[in-house]
């Protein structure tokens, strides 16, 4: 799981990498050493950890700090692992108090974490699929004076209903010129005719979340927004047929943003 090069053992803080590395989310820490790994959690969670952790590499403590400090200090550790990125300064001041020697490991949990399992790959699959069924049953609700809340709660309904554990993300319905706002708070703005409708849906299935974008017309578009929409549907099919294998995040972003670019659509 860790190389321990350099420290003696390594917390998790962060509510996703305990998911992550120990198959289920509750308030608490993991602590993972080169013999035995904890899942510490408070009385509230504490059964619930130990039924979710049963036959797996951790066990569920009931544990505080305290128990991080006692362990330490019985066990000889000398040097913590931690995830700066994610570890709050609050927590940063809490492990120090129970061990005074840390270590940056953020590079070595990106690594773990970038390359999914064919298993991972199947869970965010079926989260897109789930995400895109919702999305079509969503369409016949479309219909003048619904508001974005309206269609906002028929999403969350859906994907509760398909198995999915919540959102990704807040959901954003945006009609009109709320299209046009990046994150837009969905609101009670109510369809009129001839206006633009986007979806910016997501759900969570087993720990792993979908993200999908869609924007339809209700009523007859006129020739601004056809010609965006014809550019946009160029720029991502650029980018689907010439992203290849060891490109860079920056690359394979320009291969739909020069499209854009060379007609002068903001973005």
Aim: charged letters at 25%; one cysteine or more; glycine letters at 6%.
């Amino acid at each position: 799981m860790f190389s321990f090069s350099g420290y003696d053992a390594v917390i998790i803080t962060d509510e996703k990498q305990i998911f992550y590395f120990a198959g289920y989310k509750a308030e608490g820490y993991l602590l993972i050493t080169e013999n035995q790994n904890y899942f510490c959690t408070d009385k509230r969670y504490f059964y619930a950890v130990e039924k979710a952790v049963y036959g797996t590499k951790f066990k569920a403590v009931v544990g505080s700090w305290e128990f991080l400090k006692d362990y330490c200090e019985k066990s000889g550790i000398k040097r913590l692992g931690v995830d700066y990125s994610v570890t709050t300064l609050e927590q940063s001041y809490l492990i120090r108090k129970c061990c005074s020697c840390l270590k940056d490991v953020s590079d070595e949990i990106k690594k773990q974490t970038l390359i999914k399992t064919d298993a991972e790959i199947e869970k965010i699959r079926k989260a897109c699929l789930i995400t895109e069924q919702t999305f079509l049953e969503i369409i016949p609700y479309i219909k003048e004076g619904v508001t974005e809340l309206d269609l906002r709660a028929e999403i969350e309904y859906r994907f509760l209903k398909k198995g999915a554990s919540g959102t990704s993300f807040e959901p954003i319905v945006a009609f009109g010129e709320n299209s046009a706002v990046p994150h837009h708070q969905t609101g009670n703005t109510r369809l009129e005719k001839n206006k633009a409708v986007l979806f910016d849906i997501g759900c969570v299935l087993g720990g792993y979340c979908s993200d999908f974008t869609r924007t339809l017309f209700f009523g007859q578009p006129d020739k601004e927004f056809l010609h965006a929409y014809s550019c946009v549907y160029d720029a991502f099919y650029n980018a689907y047929n010439n992203i290849k294998t060891g490109m860079t995040c920056s690359q394979a972003d320009n291969l739909a943003r020069s499209v854009l670019e060379s007609e002068n659509l903001p973005f």
